[in-house]
């Protein structure tokens, strides 16, 4: 697609339950980021991917994220036993090349996580 | 600590008037430097991407600045329309050998008013 694709829009999870987020890349790139974004523009990396590949976790809270990028699937983003802090949108961005090169890094609209 | 502060927080103007944007940055070894406006609601979308060597670009009604020497940067916007209240965040890339970051800024919440 010519847009990164981001689903559900909302999401609303009670404390402790798990919660999966859904990205389609535009076609055609290789590179796809998560960012957390907790208060308005306070945007935090989470992790990338240069296709399936993980390319750079440092962002990730390993003990309850995980995330996949497989092919002919939309990437996914998954909180096991989610937290009340875990609440904010979460961005997926993609690109041709790797994050930081001069090229540019398309978002998606976002999923809105609220844990209650 | 890489750092990169916005200011103003927010800013009121009316339609038609100009604005300019401020970005001061701590990020070490610098990259390149990208504006993004963001709708509420909305994912953010590139307005400039300059790089060291650029001081100025422009697109549109929109033109942004860099200075590498002083790690400033700013947006200049001319002839406000209502279309551009939105939240404007500086984003500042680091060159590390482990892979590129983007470091954000806590933005600029801009509202034209009629």
């Known amino acids: 697609g010519e847009e990164v694709a981001q689903t559900p829009k909302h999401l609303v999870r009670g404390e402790g339950q798990k919660a999966k987020l859904y990205c389609a890349p535009i076609k055609g790139h290789s590179y796809v980021f998560w960012y957390q974004q907790v208060l308005k523009n306070e945007f935090k990396f989470l992790i990338s991917f240069q296709n399936e590949n993980v390319f750079d976790e440092t962002g990730m809270p390993k003990e309850r994220f995980s995330a996949k990028c497989l092919p002919n699937s939309p990437c996914s983003l998954e909180i096991q036993a989610t937290k009340l802090e875990d609440s904010a949108v979460y961005f997926c961005a993609s690109s041709q090349l790797r994050q930081g090169s001069n090229t540019e890094a398309f978002f998606g609209q976002g999923t809105r996580l609220t844990v209650v | 600590k890489n750092q990169v502060e916005q200011s103003p927080q927010s800013l009121i103007i009316l339609e038609g008037k100009n604005c300019t944007l401020q970005?001061?940055?701590?990020?070490?070894?610098?990259?390149?430097l990208r504006w993004y406006k963001q709708d509420t609601g909305r994912g953010p979308v590139s307005l400039t991407i300059m790089t060291f060597s650029e001081n100025t670009k422009s697109n549109g009604r929109y033109t942004a600045t860099l200075d590498a020497d002083t790690k400033q940067s700013s947006l200049h916007i001319t002839a406000s329309q209502l279309s551009d209240s939105a939240s404007y965040i500086c984003v500042v890339t680091t060159a590390t050998g482990g892979g590129n970051k983007l470091t954000f800024g806590t933005g600029t919440q801009l509202k034209v008013e009629l």
């Open positions: 970005c001061n940055y701590t990020v070490s070894p610098f990259s390149n």
